[in-house]
């Protein structure tokens, strides 16, 4: 059974009989009903009853009902009322548009809008790069999706996709004071994709790619990325390659191994599988098998597409043709972005000694992360229940920030690197062990120093394009 989580939490609105054991009776039937309590507020108190705001976290919907009859079941007790407070914080949406200047006046007035603005207007004109600068494309980002594959909910469509790109918008802004947008496309055709950012870009300084199935995404993410003068990022590929590599410089580092010596086994070769296999290999990671569905990837196999050609070409050097269940024998690390369940005890067992799992399917992982830690020196997954939560938002906040500090005009894998580097870097020798080996989400200034790296590693690339062109 899953364990209870913040993400279905319910407030129920009780009435019970006045007494000194109401609350802790109400805490005791939630508690057995498997929930776990976070907050008990009495709400009313009158001569013979008492009103209690009983707050707890539940497994799912189902869950939920059931925690509300044991309530119930409780002698002169009755369930008011029930909250989901999740969809509580979606009532309504996540992002509101506010004002950067005062409007108090006419005269105010008059240089935001009309008649002044026009000369900001004719500025432009003249020069279209004074958008940067003039305007909100200096600090806005488009959160892009066709809601094809969204979360581990799957092809769910462009508006119920849109919690989801809110949520993302209210992460660049929490994290990186970035304004991002939602951009939830009623379209899944590739070529209408392109087209449509292409005509939205004047607006944004940069384009946050979303939840979009492969391999689609992957030649939306190309194309946009030649034709636009502006960053394109597909978080699901590369912000999710760097919290990785992130993770597992400092996983190494635990465990005493170094990246070109141990054998990677990855399971998952679809946009995040295939980005970061790519970067793991830019660090001089050497020994990679990569499987999907039907096992590993090799160079005896023909495959439909480039991605999955490239593994196959630049991957398992000694053509092995097996299982993933068989890859891992002896292998050192184990990354999971596929699908759960899929591993067993005896799996992670057979890794060699000191091995690493980092299980990130989600919201349930390949393996359950306790059996994995009997076997495994070091255990990370998606979630933010368990250590080491390997999560997107430790990088993509600071690496935008970074791009709009220096004005990029693209995405290198200089830039890539540099964000995993800032991250790992963030764990301190005295702190670093095996149930923390990448810093908390909340941890401020992780988005500074991964803004810093980028902003350098994009002037260096500048320098040094420049000094190219100038021979």
């Known amino acids: 059974m899953a364990n209870p989580s913040p993400g279905n939490s319910i407030t129920l609105r009780v009435e019970a009989p006045s007494s000194f054991t109401a609350t802790s009776e109400l805490a005791a ?40 009859a044991a309530l119930n079941a409780l002698d002169g007790v009755k369930v008011l009322h029930v909250s989901d407070r999740t969809f509580l914080m979606h009532l309504g ?36 790069s004074a958008a940067r600068n003039l305007t909100v494309k200096r600090n806005t980002v488009a959160v892009v999706t066709d809601g094809s594959a969204v979360l581990g909910l799957g092809n769910i469509g462009p508006a119920a996709a849109l919690p989801v790109m809110e949520g993302k918008a209210a992460l660049f802004k929490q994290f990186a004071n970035v304004d991002a947008w939602p951009v939830c496309l009623d379209t899944q055709d590739t070529e209408e994709i392109i087209r449509t950012v292409k005509l939205l870009a004047p607006v944004f300084g940069g384009v946050n790619l979303e939840d979009i199935a492969a391999p689609r995404c992957f030649e939306i993410e190309a194309r946009l990325r030649d034709e636009l003068d502006i960053p394109v990022f597909h978080d699901d590929q590369h912000g999710t390659a760097i919290v990785t590599l992130a993770a597992l410089v400092n996983a190494l580092r635990v465990v005493g191994k170094k990246i070109e010596d141990v054998k990677i086994v990855v ?35 023909s495959y439909d597409d480039h991605h999955r050609t490239w593994i196959a070409t630049n991957t398992n050097e000694e053509g092995f043709s097996g299982s993933l269940h068989d890859a891992l024998a002896g292998a050192d690390v184990f990354i999971g972005v596929s699908a759960p369940n899929i591993l067993a005890e005896e799996h992670v067992a057979s890794m060699a000694d000191d ?64 964000a995993a580097e800032a991250i790992a870097n963030r764990v301190a020798d005295d702190e670093l062990n095996a149930s923390y080996i990448i810093p908390s989400i909340f941890d401020l200034q992780v988005t500074k120093d991964v803004a810093a790296a980028v902003a350098a590693a994009a002037h260096a690339n500048s320098a040094a394009a420049e000094a190219v062109a100038a021979l």
């Open 355 to 418: 091995a690493i799992v980092f299980a990130m399917a989600n919201p349930t992982p390949e393996v359950d992360p306790v059996v994995a830690s009997k076997h495994a020196a070091v255990v990370a997954t998606g979630r933010s229940d368990f250590p080491n939560q390997i999560n997107n938002v430790l990088a993509f906040p600071g690496l935008f920030r970074g791009l709009l500090d220096a004005g990029a005009s693209d995405i290198t894998p200089d830039m890539l690197v540099a």
């Open 29 to 68: 039937a939630v508690g057995n009903a498997g929930a776990a309590v976070t907050a008990l507020d009495v709400a009313e108190s009158h001569h013979n009853t008492i009103v209690v705001d009983v707050t707890c976290n539940t497994t799912d919907d189902e869950h939920a009902k059931r925690v509300e």
């Open 267 to 301: 399971s998952g070769v679809g946009a995040a599988g295939s980005a970061i296999i790519q970067l793991l290999k830019a660090q001089g990671a050497q020994h990679i098998i990569a499987a999907g569905r039907s096992g590993a990837i090799h160079k005896g196999e």
């Open 93 to 128: 949406g996540k992002l509101e548009v506010v004002p950067k200047v005062p409007l108090r006046n006419r005269d105010d007035l008059s240089r935001a809008y009309t008649p002044g603005v026009a000369r900001v207007c004719m500025a432009i004109a003249e020069d279209p």
